[in-house]
């Protein structure tokens, strides 16, 4: 492999090394070659519309053909292809069914113990045939919400899929999200039903499901909820509600295995998807049928370069947008074979990954950079968990996704995860996004360790500054998509107006697409970094959590009087949690202040989850404020670093209480 370097000095890492993608992957390649790139880029800026229009026209399969690509007139609500109609279970399965793949796996589950069950394209559908029948037995209707709260199983990517059938708009819920999560998340979708499973099996233990989802409705103000429909997944012991509760088995055991599909308009809600934001509760992304389809199975072909013989392993979990794009619908729609996996890569040893790997001759593979630094750390103190341990000769294709991925994991995951052979692609997008927006292609791109690189052909990525004027490169910036793209969040789900203002803001014109993260792009290549949020969002094992979240939680308990939540650098993590509580009696110290943090803590995860957790807690008789009464955040993000405040402190009211923050509980 050719390793050359590069001259650039103001790079953002100061990255120098540059590896090209491998001949051979090159000569096969969906996209082969940089003027292949250059080439469609050319296109989308000539003829935008006309190059979206092809696109969709050729990787969709349409019930009634679109004339009209893109409807700017009611702007930021962009309209795409949005006189035709589709289906996208149709798209992901009946289509396979026509087109010679009815016999292939579709899904390959990997069960958190080991166990395999492998389902064709012609089962999955009978599956999810049967599984919309049953929803539309219960009386679940095109535009109906409906929350899924599951584990990672071949149910719940039928039960995704059999929501989009009958044109019901799901909204997954992360199964580690509490019951208060769970209870604001259905009452802001006004969802008539809940599917769940008694228990979920991870790392070798049962977690209840059910039991929470039970809390959820008891905690009141889920009057919209008429079903929760049961999968038995450990046969444990929960309480049943007669005529609320029902198992899924007696859903759909009579029900046909023909299920004709409900053809929507494009712009019909396929999901809604709550992620965090800066401010206040968290936002339901509402996604498009047409437009997120055209890019999942786009992006699959681009960016993973799917192809039939392929076995593809994206180990996010269908609770993120990851799960979404890359598990529940994109596979599908190319008709791939791909592993659904139930378990945690440190079980029953931190060698898992590698091993499903071998075992199930995954030729591609995307995760996440928290997974790969935590794997890099066990195999150093257990060298039998090494990766270079296990048969990985099957991998062409490793990808990334989640976070910025540090140049030294990347050099190791290119090292021995991919022996040096399997290009990289560093994945940047985001759950408004819908699907990849810069990212290597793995054909074409000059890969550089800790760089997204370039935008997919068509995506009108941009750095600019606080006026929303274009900076140059080598200069960093905030991060814009300067057009309207197919797979972009349509709108906030209740709350139109904050998706206008989150993501159109007034100071930058109103007209470029704000994703919240700052970049900087190379004075020579173009190439982009992603610095890091904007905002106050941070990003914990690439999980999104917004530090007002924590805030409010925390201030919701009857013993504290104000919080602040700043992210701290975390070797594992990326970032870490870090809390700053005043309590409202005195400030605890010595064993009393362990012993309030861990309860704060336990407290965290009731309210949010477990993911939500501080890591660290500091105790103070107060937070340095500014006269005006200003939290300063800046001044406790260093004090959470553990380094020495040397900026100037003579706006702070009481500089003292600086001291008091240094020490953890
Ligand atoms: C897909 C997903 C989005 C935020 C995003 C950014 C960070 C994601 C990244 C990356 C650098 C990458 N992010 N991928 N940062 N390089 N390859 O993760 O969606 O959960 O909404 O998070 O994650 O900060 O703004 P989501």
């Known amino acids: 492999m050719a390793e050359n370097e590069i001259t650039d000095e103001n790079h953002g ?54 004339t009209k690509t893109l409807d700017e007139s009611n702007a930021p609500f962009y309209q795409w292809f949005n006189d035709g109609q589709l289906n996208a279970s149709y798209n992901c399965l009946d289509r396979n069914l ?125 009057d919209t909820i008429k079903d929760v429909i049961v999968y038995k997944r450990t046969g444990g012991d929960i309480s049943w509600n007669k005529g609320r509760d029902i198992w899924l088995n007696d859903l759909v055991d009579n029900q046909s295995a023909d299920c004709e599909p409900e053809w929507v308009d494009a712009e019909h809600p396929l999901f809604i998807l709550y992620t965090s934001g800066s401010t206040g509760t968290p936002k339901g992304v509402q996604h498009s049928t047409g437009g997120f389809l055209l890019w999942a ?195 906030i789900w209740n709350n139109p107006e904050r998706f206008k203002t989150s993501y159109f803001p007034e100071e930058l014109g109103g007209k470029y697409y704000l994703a919240g993260d700052g970049a900087i792009r190379n004075k020579d290549t173009g190439y982009f970094t992603i610095t890091g949020r904007i905002d106050d969002v941070l990003n914990v094992s690439g999980h999104r959590m917004g530090t007002m979240e924590i805030e409010s939680a925390l201030v919701a308990n009857p013993n504290v009087a104000e919080a602040a939540v700043v992210g701290k650098p975390d070797d594992t993590t990326g970032e870490a949690i870090c809390a700053f509580v005043v309590l409202k009696g005195a400030r605890p110290t010595g064993e009393e202040a362990k012993k309030l943090a861990a309860e704060l803590r336990n407290w965290v995860g009731k309210e949010i989850g477990p993911i939500a957790k501080p890591k660290e807690i500091r105790f103070g008789d107060n937070l340095p404020k500014t006269r005006s009464g200003k939290i300063m955040r800046r001044l406790l993000r260093v004090l959470a670093k553990g380094e020495t405040i040397t900026q100037d402190v003579s706006t702070l009211e009481n500089p003292a209480i600086l001291e008091q923050l240094k020490e953890s509980a």
Not at 14 to 36: C, D, S
Not at 420 to 429: G, Y
Not at 441 to 463: K, R, W
């Open 297 to 491: 199975a786009l992006t699959m072909k681009w960016t993973f370069d799917i192809k039939p013989s392929d076995v593809f392993w994206c180990t996010a979990d269908i609770g993120w947008v990851t799960g979404h794009s890359y598990i529940a619908y994109g596979p599908l729609a190319v008709g791939a074979t791909e592993i659904v996996f139930e378990g945690v890569p440190t079980y029953p040893n931190a060698g898992r990954f590698w091993e499903t790997i071998a075992k199930h001759k995954v030729s591609i593979f995307y995760t996440a950079p928290t997974a790969i630094r935590s794997l890099i750390k066990a195999s150093d103190v257990n060298p039998e968990f090494h990766p270079q341990k296990y048969d990985l000769s099957s991998l062409r294709l490793l990808g990334s996704v989640g976070e910025p991925i540090n140049p030294e994991a990347w050099m190791w995951y290119y090292k021995n995860v991919g022996g040096e052979r399997c290009p990289i692609v560093d994945t940047f997008w985001q759950t408004e996004t819908g699907g990849h927006m810069i990212t290597p292609l793995p054909g074409a791109t000059p890969m550089v360790p800790g760089s997204c690189t370039l935008p997919l052909p068509g995506i009108m990525a941009a750095i600019v500054d606080e006026a929303g004027a274009d900076v140059p490169n080598g200069q960093g910036g905030i991060l814009v998509v300067k057009r309207p793209w197919p797979s972009m969040i349509r709108t």
């Open 98 to 222: 026509l087109n010679g793949n009815a016999e292939k796996t579709a899904i390959i589950f990997e069960a958190d113990n080991g166990a395999v069950t492998n389902v064709t394209y012609r089962e999955l559908h009978q599956r999810v045939c049967k599984f919309a029948n049953g929803l539309k037995s219960r009386g679940i209707r095109k535009g109906d919400r409906v929350i899924i709260y599951m584990s990672m199983s071949i149910e719940g990517v039928a039960a995704m899929q059999a929501c989009a059938r009958i044109g019901a708009t799901h909204s997954v819920v992360f199964g580690g999200f509490s019951a208060k999560s769970l209870q604001e998340r259905i009452i802001d979708a006004g969802a008539v039903a809940v599917i769940t499973a008694d228990e979920q099996q991870r790392g070798g233990k049962s977690l209840p499901l059910k039991a929470i989802v039970d809390e959820a409705l008891a905690l009141g103000g889920c």
């Open 13 to 66: 890492l100061q990255e120098h090394r540059v590896f090209q993608p491998p001949k051979e992957f090159t000569a096969n390649a969906a996209i082969a070659g940089m003027e292949a790139y250059d080439k469609l880029c050319a296109e989308a800026a000539s003829d935008y519309e006309g190059f979206w229009g092809r696109l969709a026209r050729e990787h969709l399969d349409w019930q009634t053909p679109f």
